[in-house]
């Protein structure tokens, strides 16, 4: 034994200090009878497992020749450029969709192959890493929030603004740090951040609280009526305080019916009657946004009023939504909001466009008897309801 290795190590207390080997690709070789100490068992015991779900978006995507716009590539060659992804301490199992895809192609079919995903292989892994375009990322991370009931587990999605190729990309960090909060956990082994959340360049948001802002900067989201769940600097700070935590006794139940005969009116100055009336006779339509002026107002015109009314009479779900990204509707605070109120349209709160217009979809397509009562109701701390 002595002549076939260059060295040996009584190995004592330090798992740390292997690890540092493995990673330099020195072949280690365990004697069978070796006694392992128990920091390394429960250090092997206690390795997170993640799944990265990858859509698509600019993390992954490449320049195409001729036209030079950036397209997706296959995972593989997302593979080559992360190598990082199976050198970290948690380990990384990847499924892709085929092809990988834009967000502007993401709807319904994909959230529900996302959710899927997720369920199909709950109980193997510690968290989920979806990775997605930042486009549409809000609403489709806002659509699983509503489509897990009682998840118990990390759902973290993130991206990039540059392509992971690029020099000076955010891919990078993104990436690897949601993978850290999809695998971390307290010191009882549960999960620190249990829900749905978007982190990027430094911040982690739950899901259905956030908006895209920035087309530019790094800082592509932000959650204008929530707190940040956790913060990256040289450390990960939680705030578990601000987490929503389900019973964990409940078993994941997923909603995956969408009804999409859903619409947004977003109103401004001088609109027109007629583009009113068509957009709310619109055949099939059962639930509208209502994107109204400051704290849920909207001008007077007995028009609108009846327009509305109407259309709430045929059973049209109407709730308030400001264009405002801050602050939530008060429905009568102003005379100008009145009308609204006696039409028979509901309070959104401080709910976003985009968890508004899934939440409705979802509740329309799985419990439309109910979904009025529910669209006025806090599911999973989308909004505040005072
Ligand atoms: N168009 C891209 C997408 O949403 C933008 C991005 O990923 O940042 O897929």
Redesign the pocket.
């Known amino acids: 034994m002595v002549q076939r290795y260059d060295f040996f190590c009584i190995y004592a207390n330090n798992p740390l200090f292997l690890r540092k080997y493995i990673k330099k690709n020195v072949k280690i070789c365990i004697c069978q009878n070796i006694f392992v100490p128990l920091q390394l068992q429960n250090e092997v015991k206690a390795m997170s497992k993640v799944l990265l779900i990858s859509t ?4 992954t ?1 490449v320049r195409q020749k001729g036209t030079n716009a ?1 397209v ?1 590539a296959d995972i593989e060659t997302f593979k080559a450029f992360m190598p990082e992804l199976f050198a970290s301490d948690v380990k990384v199992d990847i499924q892709a969709f085929t092809p990988l ?4 192609d993401i709807g319904p079919d994909s959230w529900r192959k996302m959710a899927q995903m997720v369920v199909a292989h709950y109980d193997e892994y510690d968290g989920f890493v979806v990775l ?6 809000s609403y489709s991370a806002s659509a699983l929030s509503f489509m897990l009931e009682n998840l118990g587990k990390p759902v973290v999605f993130t ?3 540059l392509p992971v190729g690029v020099l000076r990309s955010d891919a990078k960090e993104n990436l690897l740090t949601a993978i850290e909060i999809a695998a971390a956990k307290d010191e009882d082994g549960n999960a620190i951040v249990p829900e749905v959340t978007i982190y990027f360049e430094d911040r982690l948001f739950r899901a259905n609280r956030t908006t895209k802002r920035n087309a530019e900067h790094f800082s ?1 989201f932000n959650s204008y009526n929530y707190p940040a769940l956790a913060k990256a600097g040289v450390h990960i700070t939680y705030q578990p305080h601000l987490v929503h935590y389900n019973d964990p006794r409940l078993p994941l139940k997923l909603h995956d019916s969408f009804d999409t005969n859903v619409a947004v009116l977003k109103l401004f100055p001088g609109i027109q009657q007629s583009v009113v009336r068509a957009l709310l006779r619109t055949r099939g339509l059962k639930g509208v946004v209502l994107e109204t002026f400051g704290a849920g107002n909207a001008p007077t015109d007995k028009w609108l009023y009846r327009e509305l009314k109407a259309a709430v009479d045929r059973g049209i779900i109407i709730v308030n939504k400001t264009q405002c990204n801050t602050g939530s509707v008060e429905m009568g605070l102003y005379a100008v909001s009145l009308n609204l109120m006696k039409a028979g349209v509901l309070s959104g709160y401080d709910i976003t466009t985009e968890a508004l217009l899934t939440k409705m979809m979802l509740l329309l397509g799985e419990r439309p008897e109910q979904a009025r009562e529910l669209l006025g109701k806090d599911l999973c701390g989308e909004m505040t309801v005072d």
């Open positions: 698509g978006g600019t993390i995507m950036l997706p895809i834009d967000s502007s997605h375009g930042t486009d549409t990322m991206g990039s603004q592509a």
